[in-house]
């Protein structure tokens, strides 16, 4: 990462005060920067530059090769493969600029705005993504489906509001747990045999939910760098592995969707057969 000779990286406490979230990383930030020198930070090793690439190269791989795996043409209903893709990428593009333009010389303000657009995403593979996953698991039910799309759609509108202005990386995470509630209820009509959808694809959706969870309390819990502040100031940090976490999540959201639209062809309801 010598391509680009960057400025004097400052410590905690020299960081402007809405760049101090996390006192267990203690060096590596970047000073106030312009719009070029934020995108000059791409090629300098600090603080923020395993966050911008643990989702930044993911977004590219999902935005060129995925659409490869989507079956567009062999379901009859093309909006759901459209939303699920869009699912995958809002995630990590949202993600992207914010860790990239988080120091700009706007400051607050900016950064505010650039903190809403990153949970604005993560909204959106929450709410999208769920949406396939509903219409497959009421598919025999057409009425309780349509009510349940738009009960998830205004849950999911609340949970952005919540996610977009709340203060805390709890409240934050406290955000989704309605929208997580509503996809658990899903997976309960599915074990019990009233809901329907390719019997692999439930194993997925729960390790998907798992692994969302999971990254969410490790950035919350700040490990491990709480419990050894300075060591994984660049590399490591809690807010990297849940990066990585949202991102073998999304893959699993992936499969799991691949899975149900290949069940989808061959199923019929049984009041229609």
Partial sequence: MGLYKGPRLLDFAKTPLHLQFNRYVLTGYRPVSSAHECLGSLFYVHNELGNIYTHGIPFFLFLVLMPFSIPWTEVDNIWICLVHYLAC?????????YHVFMNHVGGE???DT??????FGVCLVNTLGALPIIYITLLCYPIIQQAALLTYILLSAYGIYCATTARTNVLRLQAFIWQGLFRFSLFLF???GSGVGSP????LFVIMDSLAV???????IQIPERFSPGLFDNWGNSHQIMHVMVVCSIIYLHWGTLEDLAWIKTFQCPNEG
């Fill in 89 to 97: 990428l809002c995630p990590t593009v949202g993600s992207v600029v």
């Fill in 109 to 111: 303000h900016v950064y």
């Fill in 114 to 119: 650039l903190l809403s657009l990153d949970m």
């Fill in 190 to 192: 599915r074990v019990y």
């Fill in 200 to 203: 692999h694809s439930l194993r």
């Fill in 214 to 220: 999971l990254g969410g309390l490790v950035n919350v």
